[in-house]
């Protein structure tokens, strides 16, 4: 019998980095461990899964533009060569199922332009984008593959994103797939022992920075020790601390955050358990595996409402919940009450609970099933 085959067109495909390519490097391993042939097709690669092969197209990188369609056509060329369904996190013209790990591109330059610090920039941002080629053609082709006719299948991680896909793009309700990601549990699990008693350590993982809500998180930690709070914040994700270093000392709690740059995903479990809560305020984030992950180690996530995530916790239970993301005042509020220990306890108990029912396992099956494998 003949195997399954898929091709996956994802740009980069860096398991390293976590987030949506962590999340597509364990689907694709996981599919070819149950015996279907993937072939990923991408722009830049590296750490191959046992079963999968990464094929990379060698296009020319200026103009990033003509890059970008040159990457897309030649990958659709060999994903229709392969015969099997072609798997993309961004809509192409050519794909027969897309996952929108990053949301509508609409939203996402959007949320970028509120995130951004400078006045001067923000007024300016709309100008930029019209003035970005490679922006305009990812945005019409958005548009084209979307809205068109015939539409490859789709998949979202949240309700919300299904809202905003249908409100958008005219797409029926029953026609987008809603699928949280999953985790796995052997690698994110909870530990024997809680953190540290007497200091509040809380963790911020993610990248760009100013997207995920760094400032907000720096912000809520200086009133959190003005208060009398014993607080420190780790901050992990490869971006460019200096900006944020300057906010901090400036805030007064520049000795108390840390930056140790990007760690390797196989660290992110032990950070996770011996801290008192993940700290997330994020602008945007179609669902962030971050968040699964510090649930299913048993560490309560603190986030904001354009997170997907936000759809299954249940704020005061295994999180908390900002409507805005750039509230420090509340998001300090909130994690104040984890300095009771017991509070503190059971919020862990409930987040590994909440964990513990996203396994990796059954995401991959529930994919599986969608793209017809």
Same mark, same amino acid.
């Given at each position: 019998?003949?195997?399954?085959?898929?091709?996956?067109?994802?740009?980069?495909?860096?398991?390293?980095?976590g987030?949506?390519e962590?999340? *597509?490097?364990?689907?694709?391993? !996981?599919? !070819?461990?149950?015996?279907? !042939?993937?072939t990923?097709?991408?722009?830049?690669?590296?750490?191959?899964?046992?079963?999968?092969?990464v094929?990379?197209?060698?296009?020319?990188?200026?103009?990033?533009?003509? /890059?970008?369609?040159?990457?897309?056509?030649?990958?659709?060329?060999?994903?229709?060569?392969?015969?099997?369904?072609?798997?993309?996190?961004?809509p192409?013209?050519?794909?027969?199922?897309?996952?929108?790990?990053?949301? #509508?591109?609409?939203?996402?330059?959007?949320?970028?332009?509120?995130?951004?610090?400078?006045?001067?920039?923000?007024? #300016?941002?709309?100008?930029?984008?019209?003035l970005?080629?490679?922006?305009?053609?990812?945005?019409?082709?958005?548009?084209?593959?979307?809205?068109?006719?015939?539409?490859?299948? *789709?998949?979202?991680?949240?309700?919300?994103l299904?809202?905003?896909?249908?409100?958008?793009?005219?797409?029926?309700?029953?026609?987008?797939?809603?699928?949280?990601p999953?985790?796995? #549990?052997?690698?994110?699990?909870?530990?024997?022992e809680p953190p540290?008693?007497?200091?509040?350590d809380?963790?911020?993982?993610?990248?760009?920075?100013? #997207?995920?809500g760094?400032?907000?998180?720096?912000?809520?930690?200086?009133?959190?020790?003005?208060?009398?709070?014993?607080?420190?914040?780790l901050?992990?994700g490869?971006?460019?601390?200096?900006p944020?270093e300057r906010?901090?000392?400036?805030?007064?709690?520049g000795?108390?955050?840390?930056?140790?740059?990007?760690?390797?995903r196989?660290?992110?479990?032990?950070?996770?358990?011996?801290?008192?809560a993940?700290?997330?305020?994020?602008?945007?984030?179609?669902?962030?595996?971050?968040?699964?992950?510090?649930? /299913?180690?048993?560490?309560?996530?603190?986030t904001?409402r354009?997170?997907?995530?936000?759809?299954?916790?249940?704020?005061?239970?295994?999180?908390?919940?900002?409507?805005?993301?750039r509230?420090?005042?509340?998001l300090?509020?909130? *994690?104040?009450?984890?300095?009771?220990p017991?509070?503190?306890? =059971?919020?862990?108990?409930?987040?590994?609970?909440?964990g513990?029912?996203?396994?990796?396992? =059954?995401?991959?099956?529930?994919?599986?099933?969608?793209?017809?494998?």
């Amino acid at each position: 019998m003949e195997r399954a085959r898929l091709a996956v067109v994802a740009a980069r495909w860096d398991p390293s980095r976590g987030g949506e390519e962590a999340l *597509l490097s364990d689907l694709a391993g !996981a599919l !070819a461990r149950d015996g279907v !042939a993937v072939t990923v097709l991408c722009r830049e690669g590296s750490d191959a899964r046992p079963g999968v092969a990464v094929e990379l197209m060698r296009v020319p990188a200026w103009p990033r533009v003509r /890059a970008e369609r040159l990457f897309r056509r030649e990958a659709s060329r060999r994903a229709l060569a392969s015969g099997g369904p072609l798997l993309a996190t961004r809509p192409v013209p050519s794909a027969t199922h897309v996952q929108l790990h990053a949301g #509508l591109l609409a939203d996402a330059f959007a949320a970028e332009r509120e995130a951004t610090p400078s006045p001067l920039r923000r007024a #300016l941002f709309p100008l930029g984008n019209r003035l970005n080629p490679r922006r305009r053609f990812l945005l019409a082709e958005e548009r084209t593959v979307l809205s068109g006719s015939p539409r490859p299948r *789709l998949m979202v991680w949240s309700a919300a994103l299904r809202d905003r896909v249908v409100s958008v793009h005219g797409v029926p309700a029953p026609e987008v797939a809603v699928l949280p990601p999953g985790v796995d #549990l052997a690698l994110f699990s909870p530990g024997e022992e809680p953190p540290p008693a007497g200091r509040l350590d809380l963790l911020f993982a993610g990248r760009p920075f100013a #997207l995920k809500g760094l400032a907000t998180a720096i912000e809520a930690l200086a009133r959190l020790v003005a208060s009398g709070t014993e607080a420190r914040l780790l901050v992990a994700g490869g971006d460019a601390p200096g900006p944020y270093e300057r906010l901090a000392r400036r805030l007064g709690v520049g000795g108390r955050v840390e930056f140790p740059g990007r760690l390797p995903r196989a660290e992110m479990p032990a950070l996770y358990r011996r801290c008192h809560a993940l700290v997330h305020p994020t602008f945007h984030d179609p669902f962030s595996l971050v968040a699964l992950e510090a649930l /299913a180690c048993g560490c309560p996530v603190a986030t904001s409402r354009r997170n997907g995530a936000a759809e299954v916790i249940a704020g005061g239970r295994e999180g908390f919940i900002l409507d805005d993301p750039r509230d420090a005042a509340a998001l300090c509020a909130s *994690l104040s009450s984890l300095a009771d220990p017991g509070r503190s306890a =059971a919020m862990r108990q409930a987040a590994a609970a909440l964990g513990a029912r996203f396994p990796l396992t =059954a995401f991959v099956r529930e994919v599986r099933a969608w793209l017809g494998l």
